[in-house]
């Protein structure tokens, strides 16, 4: 389809559990990326893909995040142990030519 | 890295008004795209505009990339048209989006 599917929509965890969070991407669509969007209009780039391989990771707090694209799987955003201040919606976006289309989020609240 | 700034940071506007949004990015930026958040937090792209101008209904989108800006205008509000703006800017391909800080409109019926 044309659109970039990320599941759950919302996501609780106690502090110190994991998350995990899904995108697919539009099929297609080499480029996946994954952005955290915290204080309703900050944007954070956290990691691209370009296909199954890493492209740029200078975003990923690495201690605790990890991130997978593998074929014919769903993307994965994993968050081990998380903090309070990992609360925020996860974007989702793919690529494939000029224009970016991004996923409708994932709400992660962590209590 | 690339900076992108976005002015005003917060428009009220009452239905029916026009208004123009504005994007100013640093150089060596080759690609631009406006988003609308809705109050749901749905990203939706509006135009894909590294430079000249779009239109789309009542929204109209111009960049002159020598000049480093974009400008989003909007005519005859709508109060569906509420939410933020987005412009994002990359330079290569696969290089991520850099956001701006988005402009927070509310149209009042």
């Known amino acids: 389809g044309e659109e970039v599917a990320q599941t759950p929509k919302h996501l609780v965890r106690g502090e110190g559990q994991k998350a995990k969070l899904y995108c697919a991407p539009i099929?297609?669509?080499?480029?996946v990326f994954w952005y955290q969007q915290v204080l309703k209009n900050e944007f954070k780039f956290l990691i691209s893909?370009?296909?199954?391989?890493?492209?740029?990771e200078t975003g990923m707090p690495k201690e605790r995040f990890s991130a997978k694209c593998l074929p014919n799987s769903p993307c994965s955003l994993e968050i081990q142990a998380t903090k309070l201040e990992d609360s925020a919606v996860y974007f989702c976006?793919?690529?494939?030519?000029?224009?970016?289309?991004f996923g409708s989020g994932t709400r992660l609240t962590v209590v | 890295g690339i900076q992108v700034e976005q002015s005003p940071p917060d428009l009220i506007l009452q239905e029916g008004a026009n208004s123009t949004l504005r994007c100013n990015f640093s150089d060596s930026v080759n690609n631009l795209q406006w988003f609308h958040q809705n109050p749901w937090g749905q990203l939706i792209n509006l135009f894909y505009i590294p430079s000249g101008t779009k239109q789309n209904g009542r929204l109209s989108a111009t960049t002159v990339a020598t000049e480093r800006y974009s400008l989003l205008y909007i005519s005859s509000s709508q109060t569906t048209d509420s939410g933020v703006y987005f412009c994002a800017a990359w330079r290569d391909a696969g290089n991520m989006l850099t956001f701006g800080g988005g402009t927070r409109l509310m149209v009042k019926p």
């Open positions: 976006a793919s690529r494939q030519g000029a224009r970016y289309t």
């Open positions: 893909f370009q296909n199954e391989n890493v492209f740029d």
């Open positions: 099929k297609g669509h080499s480029y």
